[in-house]
């Protein structure tokens, strides 16, 4: 039997053959399941209406078989629907319903199990993010919905002109054709929004299980297709491509974001990702190639180098954080210094001056570094992380921890400014910059206070951030962690003599 859900299946098998008998029935009365027909994989109203009933009758979820199309005869099945005498009320609230016609769309063939036995449970049970039902459906509902925006993302019409009648007309007409591969069963869903975009054109949305056709006034469907029903490339693809081509930024360019969101399935049709590999390594080429000729060429051009990334760096929207702070704050200091030191990210007052290292923790990180014998204008200072991330408590602009997206999005920055800067060491202080400087999370108490070898190159050094030393309450406790704080400036410059 087709789509017949296996666990709801066993379920009812096993109460058969354990249920006790009494006199001489044998069991198989009580046991009939009613199976429920649906009209499509994505047939809410369907479902809908059948669940009402048979949850209004009592009918336990065990008790039913949900599949898609006519069913057939079965030696377990009973498709006579319950009377409808001596219902239930039943009340559903507006989430339980908005979570069905979701997670109806999916692919999971226990969907439709999974949503009855909630309702017939209790739907009010929706509120509850512990139950584990719950957490699938949502689960569910979420993937849905990512695969409704990645078909009005990644969908590319391309032009069609031959002797072909457009679904639903009469006459030859030129018509937009695209290919695309859902991974739940959203494309009814979906066809609303390509009706309102696309008005005024004749197109069509071949996929593996249905088509969509607009003629401009009727919106039709047809059966599904195959990759090789779709056309190929047409002339506009190569304006499109020529376009991207110009305007591509590698600096502004979200890699691990884009594969996340734009999967690889999708990319043979899409013209512009063609270009991105070539375009990504081409630019950093570049980018490596002109910061090694600045080098190499006396009269400042190191400089010059940097203050082009750092202007390219105030436009950045790599991640979020852009929309709410002030300003990017760039690294400042020599470009050609042994040492560059990391820090977390901007504070309130670095935010509004543009600058790192002049907040409180500023204070406190120029004491260390004085103590220590370090001239702080003779080394680089940045950030792991570039924009400040705050949360707004009243007039106030409270520090909160970058996350792990965050820091990776600035890593191109970084990495920028070890290849322009080249430092014989660099200083991560506290455990953000630390998974900037290594590539992984790790922990101060691990790897602090000794030289670590990188792979770009040059040694690593990992210690605290000096706002550490600002939330220690007991006095005695915050000297001896300045005092080993400074130590650990002094191992830095040591290593770095060295090396």
């Not at 929207?317 to 990391?342: K, N, S, Y």
Request: proline share 6%.
């Amino acid at each position: 039997m087709d789509r017949i859900d296996a666990e709801i299946r066993f379920r009812a098998l096993d109460r058969l053959y354990h249920r006790p008998r009494s006199g001489g029935d044998d069991g198989l009365g009580e046991m009939k399941l009613r199976v429920v027909a649906l009209a499509s994989e994505d047939d809410f109203d369907g479902w809908r209406d059948a669940a009402r009933g048979l949850a209004q009758a009592g009918v336990p979820a065990s008790d039913i078989l949900w599949q898609i199309g006519d069913a057939p005869a079965d030696l377990f099945a009973d498709a006579a629907m319950p009377a409808p005498a001596g219902q239930r009320p039943l009340k559903v609230p507006r989430a339980f319903l908005d979570l069905a016609q979701s997670a109806i769309l999916h692919s999971d063939p226990e969907r439709f199990a999974l949503l009855y036995a909630l309702l017939a449970d209790d739907p009010h049970r929706v509120a509850d993010r512990a139950d584990p039902r719950v957490r699938r459906l949502e689960a569910m509902a979420r993937e849905v919905r990512r695969d409704i925006h990645k078909m009005r993302a990644f969908v590319r019409f391309r032009e069609v002109r031959d002797a072909l009648p457009f679904p639903g007309t009469g006459a030859p007409d030129t018509r937009y054709v695209a290919w695309f591969e859902p991974g739940h069963h959203i494309v009814r869903a979906n066809a609303r929004f390509f009706v309102e975009r696309f008005a005024n054109m004749r197109w069509s949305i071949l996929t593996p299980a249905l088509s969509l056709h607009w003629d401009t006034e009727t919106l039709s469907e047809g059966p599904g297709a195959v990759r090789a029903d779709a056309p190929g490339e047409d002339p506009v693809e190569d304006i499109w491509k020529t376009y991207y081509a110009s305007i591509f930024n590698p600096a502004r360019l979200k890699t691990g974001a884009m594969r996340r969101e734009m999967p690889r399935k999708y990319w043979k049709d899409m013209p512009e990702t063609a270009l991105v590999r070539e375009l990504v390594a081409g630019a950093r080429q570049r980018e490596t190639a002109m910061m090694a000729t600045a080098r190499a060429r006396p009269g400042g051009n190191v400089e010059a180098a940097w203050r082009a990334l750092r202007e390219e760096a105030a436009a950045c929207t790599r991640c979020d954080l852009h929309r709410h702070a002030t300003q990017m704050v760039f690294g400042e200091g020599p470009a050609d210094a042994r040492m560059m030191i990391v820090g977390e990210q901007p504070g309130d007052r670095e935010d509004l001056a543009g600058r790192p290292f002049v907040g409180p923790a500023g204070e406190m990180f120029d004491q260390a570094m004085a103590a220590a014998g370090i001239d702080r204008g003779g080394v680089y200072l940045t950030n792991a992380v570039k924009h400040f991330k705050f949360e707004r408590r009243g007039t106030r602009r409270i520090h909160s921890k970058p996350d792990a997206g965050e820091i990776q999005a600035c890593r191109w920055w970084y990495e920028q400014e070890r290849l322009l800067v080249q430092p014989g060491i660099t200083v991560a202080l506290g455990v953000t910059a630390a998974r900037q400087l290594l590539g992984k999370p790790v922990t101060i108490a691990a790897m602090r206070g000794r030289p670590i070898e990188l792979a770009e190159g040059g040694l690593g050094w990992v210690t605290i951030h000096p706002s550490f030393l600002l939330r220690l309450p007991d006095r005695g406790r915050a000297e001896d962690a300045f005092a080993a704080f400074v130590e650990d400036l002094q191992g830095a410059a040591r290593a770095l003599a060295e090396s």
